[in-house]
């Protein structure tokens, strides 16, 4: 029986996210976790923190749960997730959201604070092509302070290992199909609902406006990250967890 969230509340759609990106991720949850570990270890529990490419909220929501001393701006362009993050989170104070380009050179300038303890992002930059992905980690050499850190969780494969790349994403792919077939809600699908709900059908189409059906990015690997990063002025990088086929990559400050 396929998912209806048609007019239901922003919980729900917060939950019904959550469900179609584990789809795609199913560790997911395991990579928020070790995320949100190393924001504790290398700047504490009251942290000041971008949630870039926020989407729906979805760092956010576990960081604010997890550390009541913690604060969160969000950015994103998406207007319906944008939608949806705002309902969701309409009575948190410690949570806000702003909308901008991230291709934008100008868009810290719509930032509330200038510097953050840590800037988060997962399963979302693979949407930038790597000059604009260069470029954007350059801005946040500047957003991050002296000891802070930025994670990024995101698909990056190893180009030097094709046949168990292969093996890994027809596996990956079956595990999906049979998901699907059980009745689990995929990228398209999800974004009919959204269509559906009076609330998203405006921002919606706005969405789809901007980006089509999926912005057409890059996915280097892990070495790039790192380089590009101590390029933009991260004394450290390296990978802190790692699925076979993604990675999530932590610079210091």
């Known amino acids: 029986m396929r998912e209806t969230v048609v007019g239901a509340d922003w919980q729900a759609w917060q939950n019904s996210w959550d469900r179609q990106q584990e789809w795609y ?32 909220g979805s760092i956010s929501d576990r960081l604010l749960r997890r550390f009541p001393g913690a604060e969160s701006v969000g950015v994103d362009l998406d207007p319906a997730l944008l939608a949806i993050a705002e309902g969701y989170f309409a009575d948190e104070p410690r949570g806000r959201f702003v909308r901008a380009d991230l291709k934008d050179p100008h868009w810290t300038s719509q930032l ?13 930059l693979h949407w930038l092509h790597t000059e604009d992905l260069r470029g954007l980690y350059g801005q946040l050499g500047t957003l991050v302070r002296d000891g802070g850190v930025f994670m990024n969780a995101d698909h990056m494969p190893e180009p030097s290992t094709p046949r168990i790349n292969a093996a890994e994403r027809a596996f990956r792919h079956a595990r999906r199909d049979a998901a699907k077939a059980a ?17 998203l059908a405006e921002p919606t189409a706005e969405r789809f406006a901007i980006y089509g059906e999926h912005a057409d990015g890059d996915t280097p690997s892990v070495g790039w990250h790192a380089k590009v990063l101590r390029e933009a002025g991260f004394a450290e990088a390296r990978t802190v967890w790692a699925s076979p086929s993604d990675a999530l990559v932590l610079a210091l400050k």
Not at 36 to 48: C, I, S, T
Not at 112 to 124: C, F, I, N, Q
Not at 183 to 198: F, I, N, R, S
């Open 25 to 56: 991720l199913p560790d997911r949850e395991e990579r928020f976790r070790v995320m949100l570990d190393m924001v504790e270890a290398l700047v504490g529990p009251a942290p000041r923190v971008l949630d870039l490419a926020c989407g729906t």
């Open 112 to 124: 509330p604070h200038r510097s953050y303890d840590a800037v988060l992002t997962a399963t979302a």
């Open 183 to 199: 009745g689990a809600v995929d990228w398209a699908e999800w974004w009919q609902l959204a269509a559906a709900d009076p609330r």
